[in-house]
């Protein structure tokens, strides 16, 4: 009955749709051979775009363009900087690109909003001698792919740094939405990805606070100054850097982030509305202006997306990353709601969506819990 001609997307946690500009700018590009580190024209042109598109996710960003190290998207990035330490205490709420690329590291418990319990990290960086506490890295992310739910960035990095402990965060989710300076959080690395802002999937980057450098973990070329080997994905640094002009000057307009909060909101409250026994995940806390974690009690995840999918309304259930994996949320569990994990359902919007999509979704979800609860 919900079915429409054009599906509805809202998925973006996951990726989101390239932006037009990026398109446009990555068609213009295909055609010509580009090696930025050849002397000649082709070779020079290619690495001007390159460095052109550093400046402008430099800005995106609030960093400056020689402090980014170009990758294969955020799970490299965060394997980069993750991999430079000899310990790592990372929250227990981290994608896998964290908690995989370390399963040795030292987990830092959230509250049951998601938020990470500042108290148990103090206490574990008291616990530090001070010789390891040259070689520590924390790690927390900015917002979280399933729940939105955001952390206390700077009150991390003052902790952290009161120990004279380095700080990385993954900015995968939060980049691109929010006006972000990467001085007034005051953090030592930062990991961004394409792919969620609207550029291309398999391009990413690192930002390393000025004067820091890490050991590559790929080598060869000497491409990134040494710090990522192999010859650049120009393309997909091209379409990267256009897209983040477009979320840049998105930011700066206000006017997305301002009505997916108001239809978010709308959303969630005409769910809580007609059906009290859905719970909304990471509710009271911050939270990203484009997401809503659902628990729909009784009715899995998967049969909800596939019974949403048919109806014509593409979402998830938390990750789409472990797309396949029927495991229990890592995340929803850390936040002691573990009996919710198998009827999550993520909702994430962005710079296409209408307000009818979300209105529709709505609909779309009472009527599914009615039929089938
Ligand atoms: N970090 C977070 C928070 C993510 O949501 C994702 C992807 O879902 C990644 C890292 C991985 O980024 P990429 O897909 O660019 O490797």
Known sequence: M?????PIYLDYNATAPLRPAAIEAMTAALGVPSNPSSVHKFGREA????????????HLIGGRSDELTFTSGGTEANNLVLSGFNTVIASRIEHDAVLDARRDALLVDVDERGVIKLDMLGKM????????????LVSVMAANNE???????????A????????????????????RVSLAEFDLDFATISAHKIGGPAGVGALWCKAGRRLPAIIRGGGQEKGMRSGTENVIGIIGFGAAADAAASEIEADEISRNLAKWHAAFEQTIRAACPEISILGDGADRLFNTSCLALPQIASQTAIMALDLDGVMVSAGSACSSGKVSASHVITAMGRGDLAPYT???SSGWQTREEDLATLAKAIIGLYKRLS
């Open 147 to 157: 729940t939105g739910v955001r952390q206390p960035l700077q009150a991390i990095t």
């Open 345 to 347: 359902l993520r909702i």
């Open 2 to 6: 919900f079915a429409t001609a054009m």
């Open 47 to 58: 690495r001007l775009q390159v460095e052109t598109a550093r400046q402008k996710i430099a």
């Open 125 to 136: 960086l008291s616990d530090l001698s001070a010789e390891d506490k040259k070689s520590v």
């Open 159 to 178: 902790l952290c740094h009161q120990h004279g402990v380095a700080v990385h965060s993954d900015m995968v989710q939060l980049a691109g939405k929010y």
